[in-house]
């Protein structure tokens, strides 16, 4: 089944970070020095490190990712605009919006399109947008009702899960089958072992993003 | 009688545990409909504060208008890991909502990556930049080492910053009585208050925190705790009051 995943395909697919309360300077330096010699589509830093990691990042062909309002969403717009900026400012290729779950878990479709605009506008085409919409909180409804209004904005890019939840085989599908091509869906959340995002990319999730991705990308090729 | 005695000797109910109690509505997802509940227990039972995320403190701001429960919101939560910049400006923007106070996480990686003086910095800076309100900063303290603790409670009080809180509810361990003691003696004769946070289920718990030297408990089950020390203070009967313990 897995034989299209090859030791040299599979990491493409892959996106990791080290992301945290705990992660120290030293931890960002290690982490990127085991993967950046490896093809994997993107690494994600915390907002004071993406300097860092922009310039250990340079002529790998690595894309660098700024979380946004991340994990928790709660922020305001004007506070996740100020990090979009930052973002752009230090030279990120890739940002992860968390939205506002509230507004997802009540509906309110005003204001999740004027977060999902309004970050679009200050992104500039400079970035690729991948919004955060947390499934693991969220009934099959709510996970294709935003699906359907992040589509409806223009953008295409969803993540499954930021920190925290699981994603589970069954998102994938739900929304594949809902939205096929239209949607670009990165499975994300609980997902470790090679086996379990080689099952998410067959089911068509574009990209795995994983805190496990360096660990991912070695099995694989033990294993082949 | 010492001040601690004095509140020994305090009979425990609900009237006594209120004033200590940060009532926190921070899980992802919360609706207005969440809000509207921990607004309204908040204010029945008359806590000392409600804290919530910055996007909900324009709506809570409105709701508790005049209650006499202050409005806190969290700041660079749960991570710390945020530009100080971006912390100041996150600070800013919610006060401008109408926050009250600010509860914001430290930089932790910080000050366990050798640059400890980035976290004395950090809470100079949101100390000016909340003048006039209370700033609680939040320590994280399962991810700490005494030292860490010690050295974070001291900056903070060089800082004038208001109170540290243990934990954000968020990483792998809440409030310990152990760290409440360890950050109450070191705040002893200093303006610093501790806040107990994060894992706060009982009542049993609450009044240990308190016994251990918390000024402030924050804690997302508020509600059941009062009605638990309801319980026990009117001898087991449950009867559904609150304040008249």
């Known amino acids: ?224 | 009688m010492t001040i601690s005695e004095g509140i020994l000797h305090t009979p425990r109910n609900n009237r006594f545990l209120a004033p200590f109690i940060d009532y926190a509505a921070l899980h992802v997802g919360a609706t207005e409909v969440d809000l509207e509940s921990t607004c309204s227990v908040a204010c029945h039972y008359r806590f000392a504060a409600v804290i919530v995320h910055p996007v909900d403190v324009a709506w809570c701001a409105k709701r508790l208008t005049d209650s006499g429960v202050k409005l806190a919101a969290v700041v660079g939560f749960h991570t710390g890991a945020f530009t100080l910049e971006n912390k100041l400006f996150e600070a800013e923007n919610a006060l401008s909502y109408g926050a009250d106070e600010i509860d914001y996480v430290i930089r932790v990686a910080s000050l366990k990556g050798g640059d400890a003086a980035c976290v004395h910095r950090e809470m100079l800076a949101l100390r000016k930049a909340t003048a006039g309100h209370t700033v609680t900063a939040i320590l994280e303290t399962c991810l700490l080492t005494d030292e860490e603790k010690t050295a974070a409670c001291k900056f903070a009080i060089d800082a004038g910053i208001d109170f540290v809180a243990t934990s954000t509810g968020f990483s792998t361990v809440g409030a310990a009585i152990a760290d409440v003691q360890l950050l109450a003696k070191i705040a002893d004769s200093s303006a610093l208050g501790i806040k107990a946070s994060g894992g706060i289920r009982s009542a049993n718990q609450a009044l240990a925190l308190i016994d251990a030297g918390a000024k402030r408990l924050g804690s997302s089950a508020a509600k059941s705790i009062m009605e638990e020390m309801n319980l026990v203070s009117r001898g087991g009967q449950a009867d559904g009051s609150c304040m008249d313990s």
């Open chain 1, 1 to 224: 089944m897995d034989r299209a995943w090859t030791p040299e395909t599979f990491p493409r697919a892959i996106k990791t970070g080290v992301l945290g309360t705990d992660v120290t300077e030293a931890c960002v330096r290690q982490a990127i020095a085991e993967v950046k010699n490896y093809p994997i589509a993107a690494y994600a830093v915390d907002m004071p490190f993406l300097p860092l990691a922009k310039g250990l990042l340079d002529g790998t062909g690595i894309l660098l990712t700024a979380t946004v309002g991340y994990p928790l969403g709660g922020m305001t717009l004007e506070t996740k605009l100020h990090q979009v900026r930052y973002a752009l400012a230090s030279g990120c290729d890739e940002i992860n919006p968390s939205l506002h779950f509230g507004a997802i878990k009540s509906r309110n479709r005003s204001a999740l399109q004027r977060e999902i605009l309004e970050i679009r506008r200050c992104a500039a085409d400079r970035l690729d947008i991948i919004f955060i919409a947390q499934f693991h909180i969220l009934t099959n409804d709510e996970k294709l009702w935003v699906t359907e209004l992040i589509l409806d904005t223009g953008m295409r890019g969803v993540k499954t899960n930021g920190r925290g939840g699981t994603c589970l085989p069954e998102d994938i599908t739900l929304i594949k089958r809902a939205f096929g091509d239209d949607v670009l869906l990165e499975a994300s959340g609980g997902i470790r072992t090679a086996a379990e995002a080689i099952r998410m990319l067959e089911l068509g999730a574009s990209f795995i993003h994983s805190t496990s991705g360096y660990e991912m990308i070695l099995e694989r090729a033990r294993s082949s």
